[in-house]
């Protein structure tokens, strides 16, 4: 042993150099806009087409009408045909997803850079040539019926569906769930689906194609697809821009007998163009970004309350809302609610200090590059950034913003945009248990709702 020499402890290398990667814009003739992203060694090609026809645009009563067309186009261009189209794709080793938010419907692909072709052929006679059956509508309405029984189930669905459903006004679509209600979806029919994607406005639609490129005429097999495809129907609705209003409350939901109380609390902040969003996003991660965030010190690590608590900002394309939620224990809803807002208010009276600004900066910023080392991840945040009409450059340029950031700005933006005191709060719980502890807090009245929809 006395021979041994110790060497040094390796010390982490700085940050290899990383650029968010560019695209290249076009246009499809008379049809979407286009951007390609070479990304070379990304053997899989990720296609992504966004279509602006997402449930902030669906007619009155029709709510969830975009997220049923979604699931429609997987069923393919022959009633009951989902599963031939399945494995349609299957043998070209790709897959098919598609999906509807507030914003936008949106069509996934996925397939090796080699059958690009020959997929975007497949690709093109779903988007633009849909069977959308009366028979499938019918089916995908039960199964959407039923997913609904159980997001009632989950406390944290009530609690994000309580949380919009108190802070937008009833006139606003992002009050209601973004894919129906009981109601609503039980009433869709076939014809309703088919005058909706009918409607799809191609010229206004985006398709991102990702992955390594080199030798593909990439170009020429969008246009091949997508050349000549044009709407039918009447154009739809001009989604609203209504913002959340905030105000101090506490809503309980009902559930007798719950052990748990999962909570929600939220404040409206501006969108993503902001100048301020980035700032946001950092204070948002010193409240609830990880273990040793403020909120998890406290409710989790001193209190023992919770086994987590999670902040972010929740993306919309005209607004964004700053949530932190989580399960606590029921004896305890009413403490670990005093909790929360002491470090909610913490950021205004001390401000951001720089340690956990640098921590938050390198887990929102440095981590980029493994965040969107692959095709599909990069195809999917361009996709968010054209249906949220931000453009193509707006990743780098949010990293940048990130980066830019300092602790007095971050501390300052979050003062500017949220209001410490008109947070509303839901708490999904056993109401004869955590009502009166919750109104002995002094912060807002208290409601009692039991109600499913």
């Known amino acids: 042993m006395s021979g041994l ?11 290899p150099a990383w650029a968010f990667p560019a695209g290249t814009a076009g246009r499809v003739p008379a049809g979407p806009a286009t951007l390609r992203v070479d990304m070379p060694g990304r053997r899989l090609a990720a296609v992504r087409l966004v279509l602006h026809a997402g449930a902030g645009r669906e007619r009155d009563g029709a709510d969830g009408v975009a997220a049923l067309a979604a699931r429609a186009l997987m069923e393919g261009t022959e009633p009951g045909g989902g599963t031939a189209l399945t494995a349609a794709f299957e043998r070209l080793g790709a897959s098919l997803y598609a999906a509807a938010d507030l914003t936008a419907l949106r069509v996934a692909l996925d397939v090796p850079v080699t059958r690009l072709g020959p997929a975007l052929e497949l690709f ?14 019918r089916r995908l309405v039960r199964e959407r019926l039923e997913e609904i029984a159980q997001e009632d189930a989950d406390p944290g669905s009530r609690a994000m ?3 919009r459903a108190v802070m937008f006004p009833a006139r606003a679509r992002a009050s209601r769930p973004t894919g129906g209600s009981r109601t609503s979806v039980g009433a869709l029919q076939g014809a309703d689906v088919r005058a909706f994607y009918g409607s799809v406005v191609p010229a206004e639609a985006t398709a991102v194609v990702t992955g390594d490129l080199a030798g593909v ?8 697809a997508l050349t000549g495809w044009a709407g039918s129907g009447d154009p739809l609705r001009t989604a609203d821009k209504i913002m959340p209003e905030s105000a101090a409350r506490i809503v309980v939901v009902d559930r007798p007998g719950s052990v748990q109380s999962y909570l929600s609390i939220g404040h409206g902040v501006p969108d993503r163009s902001h100048h301020d969003w980035p700032s946001l996003m950092v204070a948002s991660h010193v409240l609830g970004g990880g273990l040793t965030s403020r909120l998890n010190a406290v409710l989790r690590e001193e209190k023992g309350y919770t086994y987590g608590v999670r902040a972010g900002l929740l993306r919309m394309r005209h607004c964004g809302l700053f949530i932190a939620q989580g399960a606590v224990h029921t004896e305890v809803t009413a403490n670990a609610v005093a909790d929360a807002l002491t470090e909610l208010r913490g950021v205004v009276s ?14 929102l910023a440095d981590r980029a590059p493994a965040e969107f080392e692959t095709a599909r991840a990069v195809a999917a945040e361009l996709a ?4 949220n009409g931000l453009g193509a450059d707006y990743p780098s340029a949010y990293l940048a913003a990130v980066r830019a950031s300092t602790p ?11 209001d410490t005191e008109a947070l509303t709060i839901i708490a999904v719980g056993d109401a004869a248990q955590i009502r009166e502890p919750l109104e002995k807090l002094g912060y807002a009245p208290v409601t009692v709702t039991s109600k499913e929809e």
Not at 384 to 387: E, I, L, T
């Open 161 to 163: 569906r309580e949380l």
């Open 217 to 224: 005429d990439t170009d020429a097999a969008l246009s091949d």
């Open 408 to 418: 007095d700005g971050v501390a300052r933006a979050y003062r500017k945009h949220i």
């Open 124 to 137: 093109s006679s779903v988007v633009r040539r849909p069977a959308l059956d009366d028979a499938d509508i």
């Open 5 to 15: 020499t110790l060497q040094p402890r390796p010390v982490p290398g700085p940050v």
């Open 350 to 363: 001390r401000g951001v200090d720089a340690e956990e600004h640098g921590a938050s900066v390198r887990a």
């Open 384 to 387: 968010d950034a054209a249906a």
